[in-house]
């Protein structure tokens, strides 16, 4: 299947600080869905994002969908600690199968 | 609601011993899934299920089987473990259908010497 590039594998912020994680491919996605993983856990679902420049607000979180469909982008504002895990990025592909990307680990400090 | 229910939580085998994982899902999902996820590779899909009584091979099948006997239970068995399937072993299901909102387990730890 297609690879979902996910960058960057790490950041380190301030609380308070933005935060952007992006997922690139290199073909178009028929969609993109959005998971967290907090340390220690399972991932689970926030969003999913299906039309080309679609734009989605969950409090501080803002998630795009690039026009072309081909890379998305997750945006925190204001990070605070509940903030602290891995963000993946994944889409659907034959038989709902989901690809994931490789997660962006956020570590936030105060 | 339980949701997603993996037993073990941990496990350790020694090289060429077998186990089987066990998922159970209560939300009447059709798919199921299993990952396993390794620092730095994200999840990768081992084998998956579309209904009761059917299965197939994901991104990293080796030295796994699987059944889906029950719609609401999916095994994972590894008939002789290695020390590579070291490794955090994660069970999702969905409807399959719509937004296909995967959930997932509690995650079963899995070390083999």
Same mark, same amino acid.
């Given at each position: ?110 | ?9 941990? *496990? ?12 159970? &899902? ?9 990952? =396993? &996820? ?5 999840? *990768? ?22 059944? =889906? ?15 590579? &399937? ?15 909102? &995967? ?5 079963? =730890?899995?070390?083999?010497?």
């Amino acid at each position: 299947g297609q690879q979902v590039m996910q960058i960057p594998q790490y950041q380190h912020v301030q609380e308070g600080e933005d935060f952007t994680t992006y997922c690139n491919s290199s073909t178009t996605l028929s969609n993109i869905q959005w998971y967290k993983q907090r340390p220690g856990g399972h991932p689970v679902f926030l969003i999913q994002l299906v039309k080309s420049g679609e734009v989605k607000k969950q409090k501080r979180l803002t998630f795009q969908f690039g026009e072309a469909k081909k890379n998305s982008s997750l945006h925190i504002t204001a990070t605070q600690t509940t903030d602290v895990g891995t963000y993946f990025c994944a889409y659907t592909g034959t038989a709902s199968k989901l690809t994931f990307g490789t997660g962006t680990r956020l570590q936030v400090t105060l | 609601n339980a949701g997603v229910t993996q037993t073990p939580k941990f *496990r350790v085998l020694k090289t060429g011993q077998s186990m089987t994982l066990l998922c159970a &899902q209560d939300m009447n999902h059709e798919y199921m899934y299993w990952y =396993r &996820q390794d620092p730095g590779m994200g999840l *990768r899909l081992i084998h998956y299920s579309v209904g009761e009584g059917t299965t197939a091979k994901g991104e990293v099948p080796d030295g796994y089987n699987v059944s =889906r006997l029950k719609k609401q239970n999916f095994l994972l068995g590894l008939e002789s473990a290695a020390p590579s &399937q070291t490794s955090v072993y994660f069970c999702a299901s969905s409807t399959g259908t719509g937004k296909n909102i &995967q959930y997932f387990g509690a995650g079963t =730890r899995l070390s083999v010497l």
